[in-house]
């Protein structure tokens, strides 16, 4: 009878071993995309949807089966989450992006369809998605590993709307059980901006935008390609006086790639010691802690890999130092540094910050732009000057005849020291009238005088606003205008400060 057992569980136990292993040759990538614009009774949003498909698009590219839905009411929510746990088996790598709106109540953090009508906190716990009930099936479905990715942090719209429901804007930190990484769009008390002004163009969210362009990059770690994103998104929000920075919650095991790092063996060996040259650079600059070291990694390396981090260093190093402005004072005093700070060289002048001086392949013109402002600009402009950052600091210091106009439209505005910020100077749609005003208020600020200097900025050189309002300048008769092409982002690159900006009325 033992005998018998024994050669009745042999073949059992093989037969486990071969589902086993069939099972793990048959792990797959799976995706669940959610994005909810249209709210019948809170606020519409405007990119969610749009944010879904570039995610979508893009998770495919890497070998995920999508399951992608827009507008879900929350029948149609609990239906989609079902559909998908069903989907995964043991082994699987699955990802679940949620854009819409989200609030925080209580009992936890909710992803809201586009038919909650909410007038209590009850009705948001029966008629919203519970983040927390979702992060738990997805560990009873036993994926080995779970990114769940909520751009959901904007304000609540339940308070929006005069209910008294739920936080004023942000969601509650997640324990997500172990295999699982969920990434918030915004910080807590953070609020995630669709848009970086009026003029954005780009048809993601801030969040979306910077998440989407790193995820093609091969070899690049999950945990890696989200501190990146935490940090050019941190940049990016202060350029417009805002505070937003993703957050991490990281309970994964092992390493994650969209796309595995490359492993051509003719190659890899000289791939390899690359990487480590590059590593042990940006050790040193990290151990340095100072501006000299991470300008020197980037100029080593101006497409490293931590080439966006070295960038948010030197973001951070600018607000706390002094700087060459330590004696402008605030923006709004509209006053020179002192001659002391005069350190600029011609040499120096040659550096370049934040993309100021790519070129991405597109002719200069004599007319303003039309259409989008969002896009990539020429390296030089008719009749104009071009500066970069380093040149702009040292005239601050030392021109006494000069204007910067700042002509980013957002609602509030940090910029370089002394600047005019002018929103929408630059508009694409600029008519004869608004032209004329425009006149009116270069002439204010310049007092008549058309042999002053006048420089005109933006937020980097993907903003067309600055070199319409250039042309501008030199159809009114103005005989010294400079474009600084680089804008706030090259600035803080620098790790120069910004300051809050004086707005003109015009």
Request: net charge positive; with cysteine; proline share 4%.
């Amino acid at each position: 009878m033992i005998a018998a057992k024994r050669h009745i569980t042999c073949p059992a136990l093989m037969l486990a071993l071969i589902f086993a292993m069939s099972q793990d040759a048959q792990a797959k990538r799976i995706a669940l995309v959610i994005g909810n614009d249209n709210y019948q009774y809170v606020s519409k949003l405007q990119k969610a949807g749009n944010d879904a498909t570039a995610m979508g698009v893009e998770l495919r590219a890497a070998g995920f089966e999508v399951l992608l839905h827009r507008d879900l009411n929350y029948a149609a929510m609990v239906q989609a989450v079902d559909t998908l746990t069903k989907r995964i088996t043991g082994g699987d790598e699955v990802v679940v992006f949620f854009a819409g709106h989200g609030v925080q109540i209580k009992t936890g953090s909710y992803l809201l369809p586009v038919d909650i009508n909410a007038t209590s906190e009850v009705v948001v716990d029966k008629t919203s998605y519970a983040l927390t009930d979702l992060l738990d099936q997805l560990a009873l479905a036993k994926a080995t590993f779970s990114l769940v990715m909520i751009d959901a942090c904007r304000d609540n719209p339940l308070k929006s709307q005069g209910r008294s429901v739920g936080s004023t804007r942000g969601l509650s930190p997640p324990d997500p059980p172990k295999g699982q990484m969920v990434v918030y769009s915004a910080s807590k008390g953070q609020q995630a901006l669709d848009r970086l002004s009026e003029n954005d163009s780009n048809q993601n969210s801030v969040f979306t935008r910077e998440f989407i362009a790193r995820m093609k990059r091969p070899g690049l770690r999950i945990e890696d390609l989200v501190r990146e994103v935490q940090d050019s998104v941190e940049v990016l929000a202060s350029t417009v006086s805002h505070e937003q920075r993703p957050a991490l919650y990281n309970e994964a095991r092992g390493n994650f790639y969209f796309f595995a790092p490359k492993t051509n063996a003719a190659s890899s060996t000289s791939v390899s010691k690359a990487s480590l040259r590059e590593d042990r650079f940006w050790d040193e600059a990290k151990s340095a802690g100072n501006r000299e070291g991470f300008e020197a990694y980037r100029k080593a390396y101006p497409d490293g890999r931590y080439a966006d981090l070295a960038l948010a260093n030197l973001s951070k190093l600018a607000a706390q130092t002094q700087g060459q402005f330590a004696s402008s004072g605030d923006a709004t005093t509209g006053t020179a540094a002192t001659s002391s700070n005069r350190t600029a060289t011609p040499a120096v002048a040659l550096q370049s910050f934040g993309f100021e001086d790519k070129d991405w392949g597109v002719a200069p013109r004599s007319s303003p732009k039309t259409g989008s402002a969002h896009a990539p600009t020429p390296v030089s402009i008719p009749g104009g000057r071009v500066i970069k950052t380093l040149e702009l600091k040292d005239m601050l210091a030392t021109s006494k005849n000069l204007t910067v106009v700042d002509v980013l439209d957002s609602k509030e505005r940090r910029t370089v020291p002394g600047a005019h910020w002018l929103p929408d100077a630059g508009d694409t749609k600029m008519l004869g009238a608004e032209k004329a005003r425009l006149a009116t208020a270069l002439e204010k600020l310049t007092g008549g005088d058309k042999d002053r200097t006048l420089v005109f900025m933006c937020i980097n050189s993907e903003c067309w606003q600055s070199y319409n309002s250039s042309l501008h300048a030199l159809e009114f008769g103005y005989r010294n205008v400079v474009w600084y092409r680089g804008g706030t982002q090259a600035w803080v690159g620098a790790g120069l400060e910004l300051k809050r900006a004086r707005k003109v009325e015009w």
